[in-house]
């Protein structure tokens, strides 16, 4: 048989949960993994996941859920592969009109979920000695942001998390890395006023939000065996607004 002959490996299915996959960046993310030809669960609090996908509801600041939604994801799919802690919410305010709540609702579901989700995966990921994390960060928690003291705090404790578990992890196989996007056109963003808007993409060099699926192919790359010695890294998805930090 000649080289050019040889039958072209298929790639292998990995069981990959995508948190937040119902909408905005994370329905993107899921569906390029299903394209891909992964086993993709979608976790959310609301339901409706894309086509091709299991549908999980989570409330990603609840540890019962999330032992219970990796119980169903393990059950359908295997020990979860590929992590994309991507749920995130924002509750923006100027710091001294920000409430107990605020704060304590922004990092509870983007850090501390995200941390519990790692936790979580990292077990099955041990035993399989092999693993992917990406974290969906932000701009934001590398350049701060006025009105999102708790949103850019929570962004940035993602990037020292998962530089502390590439350290800890690294040896078994697993990476840990970050996306950080700038703007991106979704419901996070709808809120903000024409101006917000126009005055954010002056400051942005490509002139333009990015697209849920600019977003997602970094996260596929950084789960693909392309991106198999890449972590701790944070990857910028953001039109060079960040650069240089
Ligand atoms: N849009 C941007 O410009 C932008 C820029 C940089 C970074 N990001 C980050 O990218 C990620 C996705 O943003 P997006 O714009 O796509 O947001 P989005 O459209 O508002 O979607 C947020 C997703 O998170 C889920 N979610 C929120 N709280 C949850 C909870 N407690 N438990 C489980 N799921 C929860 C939501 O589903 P349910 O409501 O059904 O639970 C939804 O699927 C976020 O982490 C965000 O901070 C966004």
Known sequence: M???????????????LVTGGNRGIGRAIA?????RGDQVAVTTRNGGAPD???DVRCDITDAEQVEAAFAQVE????PVEVLVANAGITHDTLLLRMSEDDWSSVIETNLTGSYRLAKRAAKGMLRLRRGRIVFVSSVVGLLGSAGQVNY??????????ARSIARELGSRSITANVVAPGFVETDMTGVLTDEQKAAIKAQVPLQRYATTDEVAAAVTWLAGDGAAYVTGAVIPVDGGLGMGH
């Open 52 to 54: 091709g996908t299991l």
């Open 2 to 16: 000649t080289e050019e002959s040889e039958p072209q490996a298929e790639p292998v299915p990995r069981s990959v």
């Open 75 to 78: 059950e359908a799919h295997g």
């Open 31 to 35: 569906e390029a993994f299903v394209a």
């Open 152 to 161: 850019a705090a929570s962004k940035a404790g993602l990037v020292g998390m």
